[in-house]
């Protein structure tokens, strides 16, 4: 009798420990939207690393594909891919002064990609609210909730899905 107690106890054991370890695995999650507009599709891609509930980084890629409508003329259309740069610029603008964050885009035509990145653990994250006060519904412990992230991200519409061995 005392054996199966010691054999239980050591599978809880084993059981509690390889939990307690993947508490501290680093894994990634994917959130994937896909948009269309009356004149423009928006596809974006984060990919986000995280441990246990802290976000550690932001990988995000998006591309907006503007097209021609019949609702549209050429030069409507010239000023919204304008007006949608300037935006961009001013957002690229807005994070020049905050520590691990990059953000770039270019522009071919019609197409317009964006990558950027956030090192959650390099941002400071009361200059990051300074930038944007929506921020502080993403944090516990004034660091990035990846549940919250995640709620955030599929209340706009993404898809969020686990992604298994992704580096």
Known sequence: MNSKKIILLFVLCIAGCSN???KNKESVMNCKLQTK???MD???NS???YVGDKAIKNLKNETVTFYKSKDVTNEEMTAFIEEYVETLKKQKASTIDLDGV???FTVDE???TIKGEIDYTKIDVDKMKE???NIKDLLTDNKISVSKLKSSSEA???VCSDLEGVK
Do not use: R
Request: charged share 15%; aromatic share 8%; glycine share 4%.
């Open 37 to 39: 507009f009356n004149i």
């Open 102 to 104: 990059t953000m770039n």
């Open 20 to 22: 307690s370890n993947d």
């Open 47 to 49: 990919k986000i690393y």
């Open 131 to 133: 930038t944007d006060p």
């Open 156 to 158: 706009l519409g993404s």
């Open 42 to 44: 928006v596809e974006s």
């Open 110 to 112: 019609s197409v317009i």
